[in-house]
């Protein structure tokens, strides 16, 4: 089981970075994948989720409007398209896999078995 993500980077705030999270080992198609981050000193917190069949998603309220999540099964690729970009987005991003998720209101941690090694976004202002 594999999750790789990447397209982080440094980037100027009100920038664009789009982050991918490519899986393997897995049937992709039966899992949600959740975007969480983690800034320095900050616990983890989710970010953005997508449910397996595309149905709902989520996103936390810092994001909503900025962010957008899309996931293409075929390619079993979660992207994370992030927009006007703020310095208090500067974490390191991992996506994760939860079996059957369905993206609550509110994503935690908990339920999602499979981890990335994630990718740093800087945003400098």
């Known amino acids: 089981v594999q999750l790789v993500e990447s397209g982080g980077g440094l980037v100027q705030a009100g920038g664009s970075l789009r982050l991918s999270c490519a899986a393997s080992?897995?049937?992709?198609?039966?899992?949600?994948i959740g975007w969480f981050r983690q800034a320095p000193g900050k616990e983890r917190e989710g970010v953005s989720c997508?449910?397996?069949?595309?149905?709902?998603?989520y996103y936390a309220d810092s994001v909503k409007g900025r962010f957008t999540i899309s996931r293409d099964n075929a390619k079993n690729t979660v992207y994370l398209q992030m927009n006007s970009l703020k310095s208090e987005d500067t974490a390191v991003y991992y996506c994760?896999?939860?079996?059957?998720?369905?993206?609550?209101?509110?994503?935690?941690?908990?339920?999602?078995?499979?981890w990335g090694q994630g990718t740093q976004v800087v945003v400098s202002s």
């Open positions: 994760a896999a939860e079996y059957l998720g369905g993206c609550p209101r509110r994503i935690s941690i908990a339920p999602f078995e499979y």
């Open positions: 997508i449910s397996r069949n595309d149905v709902s998603t």
């Open positions: 080992g897995f049937t992709f198609d039966r899992y949600a």
